[in-house]
């Protein structure tokens, strides 16, 4: 029996897609942090900072650029190619055409106001980094939306591939280039990273849309718009939080704490790594169930354990490892150890989160999803702000870290309470 349980799961669609997801963007990620580890050493705890004001930054400002359509683009295209594949060119077109559309105007914004922000940091030297950094925001913003298409194809070991090929030639450039460049060169390797990963997303949905039937006459621009405000402004209050975040350490405390947080927050998303990769799989799965409420149901439960397995082990590895793993960073990184066993915390409840998240997509609750990330954001930066300023600015990352955690407990209970109270077999 349990040999015929482990063929029928090995054979499901479900898990080799998430097999791909896993193991082609694990690999991925696990080179980035990699790299980001060398980087780090070269750079120190000062100047580490300055890189993760610029990459964070980038990540947050491309991530609204996408206007949620990284999501909203996967659950289209995986409902229409059961039934319509004629508005399938459509779909992906306004997609990108909106993604790029959003990510120049805030790559434009970003360049004008790139030396107010750097003022503002009290770090005038950032401003020429800022202003570059527009390009990397419209090349990571392009990839995002085009991994959320080819998501929706289903197609998750070609994602899988492009991730693997981009995560090799940042490593492979970002330890000559910040060696000898210093942070140009960090920047220049994440430059050249989105540039290829744009490039091979874009070949594999040429070699998929060619073979699509003729486009349908009728534009999905409007109707991909309506639906991703929403989600957008989910992703604007995420990122805003980010931001907010980054400032408020930087202000109230130094460059060096951020330093530390940045460092730590790259564990955190290593604990939930599989959670985050298989969030377009999830979303996909769910949105092909729609009208099987017993599959649904039974995708979102399976989903949900998958997701508390894969992050307790890797949470228990670097929870019982974490002064090893801070000794990697040089001695420059004093009291990082403190900070990564709180933070990582937050994985547990993140992980859970990300399902949830999926299914209030699916079922079209987008409204009441931005919501309650609202609050949670608020929540953050409230309390982040309130434990910093009482210590004065010392050990800034520390408190910033706990503040992360109670709101993403917080954060957990109101999903799963307005989800099982109000909405649960109303709408599936």
């Given amino acids: 029996m349990n040999v015929s349980i482990l063929y029928r799961i090995k054979k499901s669609q479900l898990f080799k897609d998430s097999f791909w997801a896993i193991s082609g963007n694990g690999i991925s990620y ?3 942090l990699l790299g980001g580890i060398f980087i780090a050493r ?3 705890k000062d100047l580490y900072g300055e890189y993760g004001v610029i990459k964070t930054t980038m990540f947050n400002i491309a991530s609204i650029a996408t206007f949620g359509l990284n999501f909203t683009s996967t659950k289209y295209i995986a409902e229409f190619k059961q039934f319509d594949e004629s508005r399938l060119k459509a779909i992906c077109r306004g997609a990108l055409s909106v993604t790029l559309v959003t990510s120049l105007i805030l790559a434009i914004l970003l ?3 790139a030396q107010t922000l750097a003022v503002y940091l009290d770090e005038p030297r950032l401003t020429l980094a800022f202003q570059v950094l527009g390009v990397i925001i419209v090349l990571k913003a392009i990839s995002t939306t085009q991994s959320g298409i080819l998501a ?8 899988a591939q492009n991730s693997i090929w981009s995560g090799i030639v940042f490593f492979l450039l970002c330890i000559p280039m910040a060696y000898w460049g210093g942070l140009k060169g960090a920047l220049g390797a994440l430059f050249f990273s989105q540039v290829f990963n744009c490039w ?5 949905l040429h070699s998929i849309m060619k073979n699509l039937p003729e486009q349908h006459p009728c534009s999905f621009v409007k109707e991909l718009f309506r639906f991703s405000l929403p989600i957008a402004l989910q992703e604007i209050s995420i990122n805003i939080c980010n931001l907010g975040g980054v400032f408020l350490i930087t202000k109230l405390s130094s460059l060096g704490e951020l330093g530390i947080y940045s460092a730590t927050s790259q564990w955190e998303l290593f604990i939930t790594f599989i ?3 298989l969030s377009n799989v999830i979303l996909s799965h769910l949105s092909n169930s729609t009208n099987d409420c017993r599959r649904h149901n039974k995708t979102m439960k399976v989903m949900l354990l998958v997701n508390l397995v894969c992050t307790l082990i890797p949470f228990i590895i670097v929870y019982f490892l974490s002064s090893w793993i801070v000794s990697w960073y040089g001695e420059t990184f004093v009291g990082m150890a403190s900070v990564l066993n709180i933070i990582i915390l937050a994985a547990i409840f993140n992980c859970c989160s990300n399902v949830f998240r999926a299914e209030f997509i699916t079922i079209g609750k987008n409204w009441h999803f931005f919501a309650m990330r609202l609050l949670r954001d608020i929540l953050l930066l409230v309390l982040a702000y309130w434990l910093i300023q009482k210590d004065r600015g010392e050990n800034a990352a520390f408190y910033f870290s706990i503040a992360y955690v109670v709101s993403s407990a917080f954060y957990l209970v109101i999903l799963i309470t307005v989800y099982y109270l109000k909405i649960k077999d109303r709408e599936i």
């Fill in 275 to 277: 959670p985050i990769l």
């Fill in 42 to 44: 070269f750079l120190g």
């Fill in 111 to 113: 360049f004008i106001f």
């Fill in 30 to 32: 696990g080179l980035l």
């Fill in 200 to 204: 091979i997303n874009y070949g594999a």
């Fill in 152 to 159: 929706g194809f289903g197609v998750f070991k070609v994602i």
